[in-house]
């Protein structure tokens, strides 16, 4: 790659877009000067973006590509609206799946998907590209979606530089060593470790104010000694606002990890208090009638609520609120109009709206699996919004506890410290085996899974075991040193007792006993037992050695079962998860067609241009749905490929609304795929659900938006996103059949159909 032009190279930058640069924004740009990879960790809310920023604004102005990815759409769609305004419209682009805006301009926004799409389908898209940027590159750790950065990582052209951007890490030198491991390139590290703005953690009860974990225990103890039969709640929302106002510490993010409680917690405030004056709620309702006039949502529950609670300077946001009326809350945010705003976790990712408290309604979260504590790196990327540069001294945090309830370990941890490091979620999908068929040989697919960041840590986790494993042995030969002369031998009264034992609980075992084959194994253990006890000879040791002997044996006991635990942990840490994994998706995409010995067939070739339930979407395609499906069929059926209802578990058919095509077929094929991943992977990770098919079909037909809700039975925004997420599959079948020019054009209608009024994104 050449290097980046003089322009970049420039002395050192002090001041950037008015802000005086702090020491480590000025040692990540200089590093960027000099065409280096850098990875920034860094609390939230302490301006890691404005490097990026300076980074964008310099290679677009020396006439330099860039991507900047980012691991949700909101936060795509934000900085394109930032970058625009920056740097004007013709430089900017947008790349998400369900929208496409000037694709070719010098910088290129996308969610970091489509980025790793490029890179195994269309590199050469990419070739006059200097860096890409990582926002949020600590999401590698996430469950769900982390492989697409290490995929991104990992395929990244050896030419190009990129900037990532991650919370505070632990092992950020660990990343940073794995990335120059599989890359070939330096890659700095740059810390910024204490906040501009410091943090103050607190817990509240109504009635104790303020303390620590010690302190509640205490008063949890004596108010379930007072009241050993009440278990309401003994401190509310209200309560903590109220002594919040009362210091001052007003405005107020609210993080309650339930939508519904966002909407009823913002009510209930709206009734006793409102933080503006009537003609300041006045405003706010005209703003929020304008907004929401182009489209037919004035009757909806949850916009009139919404408009009542802003009218009062209060607020609520969660995803089930449509994108519409999530950017009105977020502009009145922005500009002081709203002094306490209720919000789940997504709330927490790349909006910077700081504030100068944060609360928490509970140290807990439910998730798929149950209710868990929130972890250190949750907390912190939603405690660090507290705190305004240049007009606190302080953020506040604050935890409401519940004395009826209160167990200490419900709380995370609030030292920045006990971060959990990146772990590897690496898990290969169909669509990357495919890709790495088409285009490597067998050779560099081994190399290439042997680089994922989920090998690099097992590398160094295996070392390690290694070395402990080896200190082990070497302590127990020298233990074993210590021993009598008969220590160990036949003879030696402790292996004679350890004998009498076994062959004791032998003999009750047989007499337990009654299968044949067991009873005839057991006997013959019995009988060696017996011959060694007979041909023994007894010796008789001093008390006090046999009271040292025993307490080295306990001793090389303790060490042995240490030893063979970390045996079994390094097995599990030297094999290789990806390998296996590629080895039993390419099973499956064998016997159902899409590989033969020649390669990747048509069949497959079509699954190598889906990205969300590959083998569902292709056999939908050769099955000639997207031909005989009207239009407003076909919108409704790519709505229902991949959604989950969000009443978790037993989702797929326990609840069937009748579909607006004929659903029989479609549960035929998914039975098949069931079996044959099943068979080879021992799980089915096929995902459909017709539950918003109709309301989809109402839409595609022309419906209004009340209607279609009527039919959906869920959050306006569920509805919404659903049918954007229809909009993406839409787009990728049309990828997958291009040649097919009359398909292509009614997918292209069945897009336009779903991409309108309160559904079209407007950027």
């Known amino acids: 790659m050449d290097e980046i032009p003089q322009t970049l190279t420039a002395p050192t930058v002090e001041t950037y877009r008015g802000y005086q640069l702090d020491p480590f924004q000025k040692e990540a740009i200089a590093y960027l000067q000099n065409n280096r990879s850098v990875l920034v960790a860094a609390p939230t809310g302490v301006g ?26 909101a936060l795509s769609n934000q900085k394109f609206r930032e970058f625009k305004n920056l740097l004007g419209d013709d430089s900017v682009g947008i790349i998400t799946g369900d929208v496409v805006l000037n694709p070719e301009s010098p910088l290129r926004i996308m969610t970091t998907e489509i980025f790793r799409n490029m890179l195994h389908e269309d590199p050469e898209r990419l070739e006059n590209v200097s860096y890409v ?91 379930q000694e007072a009241h050993p039969a009440d278990k309401g709640p003994t401190s509310t929302h209200l309560d903590l606002l109220a002594y919040i106002q009362r210091r001052r510490q007003l405005p107020c993010l609210y993080f309650v990890f339930s939508r519904r409680q966002c909407e009823v917690k913002a009510a209930e405030l709206a009734q006793r208090t409102s933080f503006v004056p009537p003609s300041v709620g006045r405003q706010i309702e005209q703003r929020f009638d304008a907004a929401i006039a182009r489209f037919d949502l004035g009757k909806l529950g949850m916009v009139r609520e919404l408009r009542r609670c802003l009218a009062r300077g209060i607020g609520f946001h969660h995803a089930g609120l449509l994108p519409v009326l999530k950017e009105l809350v977020e502009m009145l945010f922005q500009e002081k109009l709203i002094h306490v705003l209720y919000c789940t976790e997504t709330f927490s990712v790349g909006l910077n709206m700081p504030v100068k408290t944060v609360c928490f309604d509970s140290g807990m979260k439910y998730t798929s699996q149950g209710y868990r504590t929130l972890t250190t790196m949750e907390y912190f990327q939603m405690a660090g919004r507290a705190g305004r540069r240049g007009i606190d001294k302080r953020g506040h945090v604050y935890t409401l506890v519940d004395l009826a309830r209160f167990r200490p370990e419900d709380f995370p941890k609030v030292d920045e410290r006990a971060i959990e490091p990146l772990q590897s979620q690496f898990a290969v999908s169909y669509n990357s085996v495919l890709n790495l068929l088409l285009n490597y040989t067998e050779e560099e697919i081994d190399e290439l899974l042997g680089r994922s960041f989920a090998s690099f840590q097992g590398g160094a986790r295996a070392r390690a075991l290694e070395a402990e494993i080896a200190s082990l042995k070497a302590e127990r030969d020298a233990l074993g040193e210590e021993g009598c002369h008969l220590f160990g031998q036949a003879h030696c009264p402790l292996s004679l007792d350890k004998t009498k034992n076994d062959l004791k609980r032998l003999k009750s075992r047989l007499k337990r006993t009654r299968n044949p084959e067991t009873r005839a194994r057991l006997a013959r253990r019995l009988a060696r037992l017996t011959e060694r006890l007979e041909g023994a000879r007894p010796r008789v040791c001093p008390h006090h050695q046999v009271g040292r002997c025993r307490a080295l044996a306990r001793k090389l006991r303790k060490l042995a079962e240490r030893e063979a635990a970390l045996s079994e942990a390094l097995a599990e840490a030297t094999g290789r998860e990806g390998t296996a994994a590629f080895q039993a998706r390419r099973a499956v995409l064998q016997e159902l067609g899409y590989l033969d010995r020649e390669g990747v067939t048509s069949r497959g070739r079509i699954a190598a241009r889906i990205h969300v339930q590959e083998l569902l979407v292709t056999e939908l395609i050769l099955g000639g749905y997207p031909e005989r499906l009207t239009e407003s069929e076909l919108c409704a059926l790519a709505v229902s490929v991949d959604y989950e209802p969000r009443n978790r578990g037993g989702f797929r058919f326990s609840h069937r609304p009748k579909a607006p095509y004929a659903e029989a077929p479609i549960r035929g094929i998914i039975r098949h795929l069931d079996r044959v991943e099943l068979r080879h992977l021992g799980e089915s990770t096929t995902r459909y659900a017709a539950q918003l098919a109709l309301a989809a079909y109402i839409w595609a037909q022309g419906g209004s938006f009340a209607e279609t809700l009527r039919a959906a039975e869920t959050d306006p925004g569920d509805v919404v996103h659903a049918f954007r997420r229809g909009i993406d599959l839409l787009r990728q079948m049309k990828s997958a059949i291009a040649g097919d020019e009359m398909l292509v054009e009614k997918l292209n209608r069945c897009i336009r159909r779903l991409d309108r009024d309160v559904v079209a994104v407007e950027l």
């Open 48 to 73: 890691k973006t404005l490097i990026a920023d300076w980074l964008v604004e310099q290679l677009v102005n020396a006439g330099r590509e860039v991507v900047y990815t980012a691991p949700i759409k």
């Open 133 to 223: 940027i990582f926002d949020e590159i600590h999401y590698l750790s996430d469950e769900d979606r982390g492989t697409i950065w290490e995929e991104s990582l990992i395929f990244l052209p050896e030419r190009m530089r990129f900037l990532g951007l991650s919370a505070t890490i632990p092992n950020a030198d660990e990343l940073a060593e794995w990335i120059e491991t599989i890359k070939g390139q330096e890659v700095k590290v740059v810390r910024q470790l204490d906040r501009v703005v410091p943090l103050e953690h607190h817990l509240f009860a109504a009635g104790v104010g303020v303390g620590s974990l010690e302190t509640m225990a205490k008063a949890a103890a004596r108010w």
